[in-house]
């Protein structure tokens, strides 16, 4: 708790020295989230090059937005996943293309065994399919708690939820993401 106070408080007067027009306290800023939020979107879209954009597309946002940002009692990283997560909506709302099977085939293939690259590809797929028929916030608390490794108090914090609440959603979600992963098989 502590560490998080610490962590608010730099993030407040780096937030302060931005607005004032300090640009290399914005660029702090960028080096202390810029890992965090391109693993959330990372685990969001398919190809890292997506990501990468993206990720620069939170950045410019929140940087073109800092002005207008007010200190509300919750973290500046909570602020960066809401803005990480409205540039995603609008990368798929922009994206609306599909890829070939053709396209698909001539990709070079990396792994050594074909055999067991099938299987982990078709894992993957069940896996997603599965994740995807999930309401929304269950696959937000499942991305954000077990793919990015967040910690509860983050986790609460971004959705804003109490930690009690983030677990007994993570709970839930797992368990229905389980039995949707038995129905499958």
């Known amino acids: 708790m ?8 730099a993030d407040a007067e780096l937030i302060s020295r931005a607005q004032a027009g300090e640009n290399e306290a914005f660029g702090e800023l960028y080096e202390r989230y810029v890992a965090l939020i391109y693993r ?9 090059s997506d990501a990468e954009d993206i ?12 002005h207008r940002y007010i200190e509300r009692g919750r973290p500046f ?5 809401q803005v990480a997560r409205n540039a995603l909506v609008d990368h ?8 070939s099977i053709e396209a698909a085939e001539k990709l070079p293939s990396l792994a050594p065994d074909p055999d067991e690259s099938l299987i982990a590809k078709e894992r993957a797929v ?3 399919r599965a994740l995807a028929e999930l309401p929304a916030d269950y696959q937000e608390v499942i991305r954000l708690r077990i793919m990015l490794a967040l910690p509860t ?12 609440a983030v677990r007994v959603l993570l ?4 368990k229905t993401l389980r039995r949707q992963l038995v129905g499958s098989i």
């Open 2 to 9: 502590f560490e998080s106070q610490n962590v608010a408080h």
């Open 77 to 81: 990283s909570a602020f960066l996943y």
């Open 126 to 128: 069940v896996l997603r």
């Open 153 to 164: 108090t983050i986790v609460g914090e971004w959705l804003g939820r109490s930690e009690g």
């Open 171 to 174: 709970h839930r979600a797992l």
């Open 40 to 48: 959330y979107v990372l685990a969001r879209v398919d190809a890292e």
């Open 55 to 66: 990720t620069e597309v939170v950045f410019l946002r929140t940087f073109k937005a800092l």
């Open 92 to 99: 798929y709302r922009q994206q609306r293309k599909t890829e």
